[in-house]
C-alpha cells in the first residue's frame, strides 16, 4: 500500500535520466549491436561510457566514493528498459555491478560496504558478477545446489554455475547457496582459493555478453562474507525480478518498433503491409503487450520502492515479461518475413535474447 | 514520479465496495440470470446512491499553472473503474441494471442544458445507437430526424438497447440530413410514453441476462424540438463526430473495468478451490517446477494486474487531462479478450464446478463475452491502435 497517489508519468528527473541512457544507446550501441553480436564481445569503452554517467555507482553513499542518491528501483527499471532496448548483451554487462551493488545496500553490514563497494567507484568500470543459476534440470533459484557449510567462523562452499556473466574479469562474484537456515547470499572474491572460471558458454542469444560456468570446490570463505539471510536472498530476487522484467520490456519494445517501422515502408501488392490487418494487428497487440509488461514492472519497482513485499508483483512481472518478450519478438520475425529471419536485420537477434527472459535468474538488480 | 503502488485510499475504496458487491449483488446474481426479463427489486436502494459517479459537470479550470496540472489528483474516472471492477466483482449485469445510472444519463450529464437537466435529470436514461445494419460502424446510422415547426418527427430502428424496458427516457442517435454524412448525426431524448415510440421485442442473450436488451421502433415519432442534445448546427468538418467518439475514450476503459471484475471473480472463485485441495499459490517456485494448473493460474493473475494497470493508466490519463484515445482502446483490447479466456480457462481447471449452473463460473464465461463486444469489439479496438501507432488514415487500414 503506498501513502502517495498513483501517478503514471516520469518525472522530470527520471526523464532527464531515461533520455540520458537513451542518447547513449542512440549514440554508441544501435549501430553497433549487431558488429557486437557477431564479435560475441562488448568493447570496454562502452562499458566505461556508462560507468560515467554514474548509473550504477549514484546510491553508493559519498564516504564510500559514490554520490549518496537514493536507491530508485522504478528508475533503475527505466535505465534497463531503455540500455535492453538498444542491447539485451549490453545492458546486462553495464549495469552488471548493481547486482553486487544493491544487494550490499540493501542487505550488507557496515563492513561489508566498505569493504566492497571502493572498488566500484575507483575512477573505471569493473564488474561485480553474480552467479546463480545452475546447468541443471529442474533447477528453481529457490532451491540452490550449490550448499555452504558452516565451520567455525567460515563457510565451505561446493557446487556449480552457469551464466555467469563476465566470470573472467569479474572482482566479486555473488553466490547463492543452500545453508542450514535456508538459501542465501555470499561474496566471493577474484582469485579466491576453490574458486574456478570455465571456458566461455556458447549460448542461443545473448552472443556479446560472455557468461562462463563457475566451480566451487571446498571455497572456503569467511562468515563475514554471507550477506544478510533468507530475507535479503529474497528481496535480491524480487530486485532481480523485476529487473529482468525491464530487461524483457526492452528487448520486446526493440522488436516492436523495428516491426512498426518496417511495416510503414514495406511495399506488397502496391501498398504497405501496415495497410493489411493481419499485420496491423499483430503490431496492435505488440503495441498494448509492451506497455503492460512495462506496467507490470513499473509496479514492482514501485511495490518495492515503497519498501513493501513485491514477493507476487515481482513474481508476476518476470512471468508475464518471459512469455510476453517471446510473443511479442516472434510477431517481430514474423511482421518481416523472410527478412526477418536473416541475421541482416535485429529482429532474429530480439528473438533468441528474448528466451533468455524467463530462464536467466538473478542477472541484474534494480 | 511513477507511482504505480496502489494507493492507501484506493484500496480503501475497493473493500468497502467490495463488501457492497458481495452483500447485495453476488446473493441475487443467479437468480436474475434465471429470471431473465423480471426487474431486479432490490436495485431500488440504488436509484439515489450515484454509485457511478455522475455527479455535476466539472467546472472549467481557471488555474492553469504547470505545477498545478503536473500534481496527479484523485480523479473521477479512476474511482469509476475501481468501482465499477468491484460491483462487477458482485455481478455485471446487475450493475448495468442500477436504476438512473444509464449511457443515457451519462450523455445527459456531459451536455444537456439547465432546462434539460431539469426536465431529464432525475430519469433513468438509456442510450440508444445500434441498428440492424449499422454495428462498430455507427457513423452510418440511418434513423432520421426531420424538423416540422417545434419538433422533431423521428424514423428509423434501434437494436441492442440496454435498460430498453425499465428506462423512462432513451437518448436516440439520429441523422438530421442524410447525405451530411457522419456530422448530422445528432442525440435526442425520447420520453418512453411518446406515440409513434415503440419496444418491439426484449433480446435473450448469451450473458449479461439480468440486463433488459431491447429493439426500439421509431415511426413517425414526435419529440419537442427542445429535446436536442447539443448544438443543432450541421458543420462541415469532422470535429462534432469526433467529439460523440470521444465519450468512447471514458467509457472504454469502463468496460474494460467490467472485464476486469468478471475475471477477477472467477479468479477468485478457482483459487478458493485450489487452496481447499491444498495447492500451494505461494509465488515461490521457478515457473518451470510449477503443475500445470498452477501454472496456468499465475499466467491469469498476471494477465489480470496487467489489465487493470492499463484500464487505470487510461483512466488517470482522462483525469488528468492527457489524450487517452489510444489508451483507453489499449485497455478494452487486452480486458476484453483476456476476461473471455481467464473465465473459460477457470472453467476449465474448475471441471464438474465450471460446468454446473450451481456454480457462478459458467455465468461469468457467458457474461465476460460481451465486453469484447460491445462498446466497440475487440477487432475495432485493435484497428484504433494499429492506426495510430502506424500512423495510418481509417481510409488506408479498413
Given at each position: 500500500m503506498s501513502e502517495a497517489s498513483l501517478c503514471f508519468s516520469l518525472s522530470e528527473e527520471q526523464q532527464m535520466i531515461k533520455d540520458t541512457a537513451s542518447q547513449l544507446v542512440q549514440d554508441v550501441i544501435l549501430d553497433n549491436a549487431h558488429q557486437m553480436d557477431e564479435d560475441k564481445t562488448i568493447p570496454d569503452e562502452y562499458l566505461e561510457k556508462v560507468w560515467e554517467l554514474g548509473l550504477s555507482i549514484s546510491p553508493i553513499p559519498e564516504e564510500y566514493?559514490?554520490?549518496?542518491m537514493e536507491s530508485t528501483p522504478v528508475l533503475n527499471a527505466v535505465v534497463l528498459e531503455e540500455l535492453s532496448a538498444g542491447d539485451m548483451a549490453f545492458a546486462i554487462a553495464a549495469m552488471l555491478p548493481s547486482t553486487v551493488i544493491n544487494t550490499l545496500l540493501d542487505s550488507g553490514t557496515d563492513g561489508q560496504k566498505k569493504k566492497f563497494l571502493p572498488p566500484y567507484c575507483e575512477g573505471a568500470y569493473q564488474a561485480g558478477t553474480v552467479a546463480v543459476n545452475?546447468?541443471?534440470?529442474?533447477?528453481d533459484a529457490v532451491n540452490p545446489a550449490t550448499t555452504a557449510e558452516k565451520k567455525g567462523k567460515n563457510y565451505i562452499l561446493n557446487g556449480t554455475k552457469c551464466f555467469v556473466p563476465l566470470a573472467d574479469r569479474a572482482i566479486h562474484f555473488l553466490v547463492s547457496a543452500m545453508t542450514d537456515d535456508g538459501p542465501s547470499l555470499f561474496i566471493i572474491e577474484k582469485g579466491s582459493q576453490g574458486l574456478s572460471i570455465g571456458e566461455k558458454e556458447k549460448n542461443l542469444?545473448?552472443?556479446a555478453l560472455d557468461t562462463r560456468q563457475v566451480q566451487l570446490e571446498d571455497c572456503q570463505v569467511s562468515?563475514?562474507?554471507?550477506?544478510?539471510?533468507t530475507e535479503a536472498f529474497e528481496r535480491f530476487l524480487q530486485r532481480s525480478r523485476i529487473a529482468i522484467s525491464a530487461i524483457g520490456t526492452g528487448v520486446s519494445r526493440a522488436s516492436y518498433q523495428y516491426a512498426c517501422d518496417y511495416a510503414k515502408e514495406r511495399m506488397q501488392f502496391g501498398e504497405v503491409?501496415?495497410?493489411?490487418q493481419a499485420v496491423a494487428f499483430m503490431i496492435a497487440e505488440m503495441a498494448y503487450e509492451v506497455d503492460a509488461m512495462r506496467l507490470l514492472t513499473w509496479k514492482g519497482a514501485s511495490v518495492l520502492q515503497n519498501d513493501s513485499d513485491a514477493r507476487r508483483d515481482s513474481y508476476l512481472a518476470k512471468l508475464n515479461a518471459g512469455d510476453m518478450s517471446m510473443k511479442i519478438t516472434d510477431y517481430g520475425v514474423q511482421v518481416l518475413g523472410g527478412h526477418g529471419y536473416v541475421?541482416?536485420?535485429?529482429v532474429e537477434r530480439y528473438y533468441r535474447n528474448a528466451r533468455g527472459i524467463s530462464i536467466l535468474e538473478g542477472l541484474a538488480s534494480v | 514520479m511513477i507511482n504505480l503502488a496502489t494507493p492507501q485510499y484506493i484500496d480503501n475504496m475497493r473493500t468497502s465496495l467490495n463488501s457492497l458487491a458481495k452483500s447485495v449483488l453476488r446473493p441475487i446474481a443467479r437468480k436474475y440470470d434465471e429470471a431473465e426479463?423480471?426487474?431486479?427489486?432490490?436495485?431500488?436502494?440504488?436509484r439515489s446512491m450515484k454509485v457511478m459517479g455522475g455527479g455535476p459537470k466539472k467546472k472549467p479550470k481557471t488555474d492553469d499553472s504547470p505545477e498545478k496540472s503536473s500534481k496527479p489528483k484523485k480523479g473521477v474516472n479512476l474511482g469509476t473503474v475501481v468501482t465499477v471492477e468491484e460491483m462487477c466483482w458482485g455481478d455485471a449485469a446487475l450493475l448495468l441494471s442500477?436504476?438512473?445510472?444509464?449511457l443515457g444519463n451519462a450523455a445527459i450529464a456531459a451536455v444537456a442544458t439547465e432546462e434539460q437537466l431539469q426536465r431529464f435529470g432525475d430519469k433513468w436514461a438509456a442510450m440508444a445507437i445500434t441498428e440492424p445494419g449499422s454495428g462498430s460502424d455507427s457513423?452510418?446510422?440511418?434513423t432520421t430526424a426531420r424538423l416540422d415547426g417545434d419538433e422533431y418527427i423521428l424514423n428509423g430502428e434501434k437494436i441492442f438497447v440496454t435498460c430498453a424496458d425499465r428506462c423512462d427516457v432513451v437518448v436516440v442517435w439520429a441523422t438530421?440530413?442524410?447525405?451530411?454524412?457522419?456530422?448530422?448525426i445528432k442525440s435526442f431524448v425520447v420520453e418512453?410514453?411518446?406515440?409513434?415510440?415503440?419496444?418491439e421485442t426484449l433480446e435473450h442473450k448469451?450473458?449479461?441476462?439480468a440486463s433488459d436488451t431491447g429493439t426500439f421502433v421509431l415511426d413517425e415519432c414526435r419529440i419537442p424540438k427542445?429535446?436536442?442534445?447539443?448544438?443543432?448546427e450541421v458543420k462541415t468538418d469532422t470535429e462534432g463526430f469526433k467529439g460523440v467518439m470521444k465519450t468512447f475514450d471514458n467509457t472504454r476503459p469502463m468496460v474494460a473495468a467490467m472485464a476486469n471484475g468478471i475475471a477477477r471473480a472467477a479468479l477468485d472463485f478457482t483459487k478458493e478451490k485450489l487452496e481447499e485441495a491444498g495447492?500451494?499459490?505461494?509465488?515461490?517456485?521457478?515457473?518451470?517446477?510449477?503443475s500445470s494448473i498452477v501454472r496456468e493460474f499465475y499466467t491469469m493473475e498476471a494477465n489480470l494486474e496487467a489489465m487493470r494497470l492499463l484500464t487505470w493508466r487510461a483512466a488517470w490519463m482522462a483525469d488528468n487531462e492527457q489524450f487517452n484515445n489510444v489508451e483507453a482502446s489499449m485497455s478494452k483490447a487486452k480486458a476484453g479478450r483476456y476476461a473471455t479466456l481467464i473465465t473459460q480457462k477457470c472453467c476449465e481447471i474448475l471441471g464438474p464446478l465450471g460446468f454446473?449452473?450451481?456454480?457462478?463460473a459458467e455465468k461469468w464465461m457467458r457474461d465476460s463475452k460481451i465486453m469484447d463486444i460491445f462498446e466497440g469489439t475487440g477487432q475495432i479496438q485493435h484497428l484504433i491502435i494499429a492506426r495510430n501507432v502506424l500512423d495510418l488514415s481509417s481510409k488506408e487500414l479498413k
Open positions: 566514493g559514490g554520490y549518496g545452475e546447468p541443471f534440470f529442474g533447477f542469444g545473448i552472443y562468515e563475514e562474507n554471507r550477506i544478510g539471510g503491409i501496415g495497410n493489411r541475421r541482416d536485420h535485429p | 426479463h423480471e426487474y431486479p427489486q432490490e436495485l431500488e436502494m440504488f442500477l436504476p438512473n445510472a444509464g457513423g452510418s446510422i440511418t438530421v440530413d442524410k447525405k451530411a454524412g457522419k456530422n448530422a418512453k410514453d411518446t406515440p409513434g415510440f415503440k419496444l448469451l450473458g449479461i441476462r427542445d429535446n436536442l442534445l447539443g448544438s443543432a495447492v500451494d499459490l505461494s509465488y515461490t517456485s521457478n515457473p518451470n517446477n510449477l454446473s449452473r450451481d456454480y457462478l
